[in-house]
Antibody, heavy 117, light 107 residues
Framework: QVHLQESGPGLVEPSGTLSLTCNVS????????WSWIRQPAGKRREWIGR???????NYNPSFEHRVTMTVDTSKNQLSLTLTPVTAADTAVYYC?????????????WGQGTLVTV | EVVLTQSPATLSLSPGERATLSCRAS??????LAWYQHKPGHSPRLLIY???TRATGVPARFSGSGSGTDFTLTISSLEPEDFAVYFC?????????FGHGTKLEIK
């Protein structure tokens, strides 16, 4: 049973850096692709980007110049960095596992973590 | 980018009733559409992918249909645990986008 758990500061100063970690258990990070998805209050979810276990990334153009995703296979962990941030980046941030064989389908999600800017 | 519009925003039904939820795309996504269920305090759960394929462990009362721009999620007979938010997502092109969601509430 795969389990994903997001963690990081719940409060970030405007113009600062949002840094989140997703700890993965029950699955090897290197065998899947992973995404970060966020949902601002009252708005639809937004796909931020994806990262393969190899470290290859694809980002939503809306975030292209502000976002970095990495994987740490030794810790079985993902990370998300977004900088600089504004109030518009206040949202619940989720990490999710991509379903093998299908690009863009997410079969496991974390519970999400609220970040307030 | 593709805009997904879900309707209704809220659906009030009783256990045992049939639920029909709609997701309309601003341009064709072929059949590259998924449905998820999200309950408060829980992680979102994949229900349906490629418009009509049930994910592992999803009960048969959940079914998906549609292609192109119009998609439907049907719950044939509502169980108490089915009351939740349902959202759709496409993977036809980048960036992947999501619908606003439909809240299915107990009448």
């Amino acid at each position: 049973q795969v389990h994903l758990q997001e963690s990081g500061p719940g409060l970030v100063e405007p113009s600062g850096t949002l840094s989140l970690t997703c700890n993965v258990s029950g699955a090897s990070i290197s065998l899947f692709y992973w995404s970060w998805i966020r949902q601002p209050a009252g708005k639809r979810r937004e796909w931020i980007g994806r990262i393969f276990g190899s470290g290859t990334t694809n980002y939503n153009p809306s975030f292209e110049h502000r976002v970095t995703m990495t994987v740490d296979t030794s810790k079985n962990q993902l990370s998300l960095t977004l900088t600089p941030v504004t109030a518009a980046d206040t949202a619940v941030y989720y990490c999710a596992r991509g379903q093998q064989g299908f690009s863009g389908i997410y079969d496991s999600w974390g519970q999400g973590t609220l970040v307030t800017v | 980018e593709v805009v997904l519009t879900q309707s209704p925003a809220t659906l009030s039904l009783s256990p045992g009733e049939r639920a029909t939820l709609s997701c309309r795309a601003s341009q064709s996504v072929i059949t590259h559409l998924a449905w998820y269920q999200h309950k408060p305090g829980h992680s979102p759960r994949l229900l349906i992918y490629e418009a009509s394929t049930r994910a592992t462990g999803v009960p048969a009362r959940f079914s998906g249909s549609g292609s192109g721009t119009d998609f439907t999620l049907t719950i044939s007979s509502l169980e108490p645990e089915d009351f939740a938010v349902y959202f759709c997502q496409h993977r036809a092109s980048w960036p992947y986008t999501f619908g606003h969601g439909t809240k299915l509430e107990i009448k």
